[in-house]
C-alpha cells in the first residue's frame, strides 16, 4: 500500500493519539473508535468515494 504525505501525517497523528490515550484503561473504546474511521476514511479515499452500501433497516 502506497502511503501519500497526507496519509502518513494521519498516521503519525493518530499513533500520537493512541499513545497518550493508551496510558488511560479507560481509553480503549475510544482507541477502537479512532482506528476504524481512520480506516474507513482510507478505503473511501482509495475506492474514490462512499463504498458503503445502503444498510437494510432492523427489524
Same mark, same amino acid.
Given at each position: ?9 494521519? %498516521?503519525?497523528?493518530? %499513533? ?17 473508535? %479512532? ?25
Amino acid at each position: 500500500m502506497d502511503l501519500t504525505p497526507h496519509d502518513l501525517y494521519e %498516521l503519525i497523528n493518530l %499513533l500520537y493519539e493512541l499513545w497518550t490515550l493508551y496510558r488511560r484503561a479507560s481509553a480503549r473504546a475510544r482507541i477502537i473508535i %479512532l482506528l476504524k474511521r481512520f480506516i474507513e476514511r482510507l478505503r473511501k479515499e482509495r475506492n474514490g468515494g462512499d463504498d458503503q452500501k445502503p444498510r437494510e433497516p432492523r427489524r
